[in-house]
């Protein structure tokens, strides 16, 4: 079945250590994107990418890097130099961005706790 | 003004009230527009995308007014399994960016 696969669901982190979130997707969709979902509030954009090997800062870049070696895969790492890690990240793709987006397909998301 | 906004609720409903939600949105050459549900602890999935014309799927409709940039949902014989957090959804101020998420509505549906 195609889909968005995230890995792990379930994250524990100890303050100072950088983590990697994986996502994976066999849709064929050239847009991926990371967000970041608090209690109580909106999905804010983390990081996109449109193709393989380019990738653009969304709202709330800082303490996070992004890579997009492969179609299928956008790895987001959240470093140390995030003030804040704890929260749920969301990874979606879509066919498109801007005026041409459609449907974006979610994965089920990872929760990171910072203990 | 913020770029999507939505009334965070709750709307507490009885089964078979109709509610619905109203969206603001501030960028007026915003051109896709969409309405996403979310359940509790879940990822967002896609409910309705909202056409000029406007448009309905069994229960729901969905309106766009681009003179006032709001976008609606109507929920028409409520349900218990309506209950979750709705999510507006709007294309970006410049092409090439990615969708905007309004904070959400949350609806609860009692018997």
């Known amino acids: 079945d195609g889909g968005i696969t995230q890995s792990p669901k379930y994250l524990f982190r100890k303050e100072g250590q950088n983590v990697t979130l994986s996502c994976e997707q066999n849709?064929?969709?050239?847009?991926m994107y990371w967000y970041r979902q608090d209690p109580g509030q909106g999905l804010r954009l983390i990081y996109y990418?449109?193709?393989?090997?380019d990738f653009q800062k969304g709202d709330i870049a800082e303490g996070y890097s992004v890579s997009r070696e492969k179609k299928e895969s956008f790895p987001l790492t959240v470093t140390s130099a995030q003030k804040n890690p704890t929260a749920f990240y969301l990874c979606a793709s879509s066919w498109g961005t801007g005026t041409l987006t459609g449907e974006l397909f979610f994965g089920e998301g990872s929760r990171l706790t910072v203990l | 003004r913020k770029e999507v906004e939505q009334d965070p609720g709750p709307f507490n409903v009885p089964e078979g009230a109709t509610v619905a939600f109203n969206c603001t949105y501030s960028?007026?050459?915003?051109?896709?527009f969409f309405w996403y549900r979310q359940d509790c602890r879940k990822e967002p999935k896609l409910l309705m995308s909202?056409?000029?014309s406007g448009n309905e799927d069994g229960r729901f409709t969905a309106q766009l007014n681009r003179a006032s940039q709001y976008i609606s949902l109507l929920i028409r014989d409520s349900k218990l399994s309506d209950s979750a957090t709705y999510l507006c959804?709007?294309?970006?101020?410049?092409?090439?960016?990615?969708?905007?998420f309004g904070k959400g509505t949350t609806l609860s549906v009692s018997s």
């Open positions: 959804v709007v294309n970006g101020a410049q092409a090439g960016t990615a969708l905007i």
């Open positions: 990418s449109q193709i393989v090997n």
């Open positions: 960028n007026s050459a915003s051109q896709s």
């Open positions: 849709l064929n969709h050239d847009a």
């Open positions: 909202v056409y000029s």
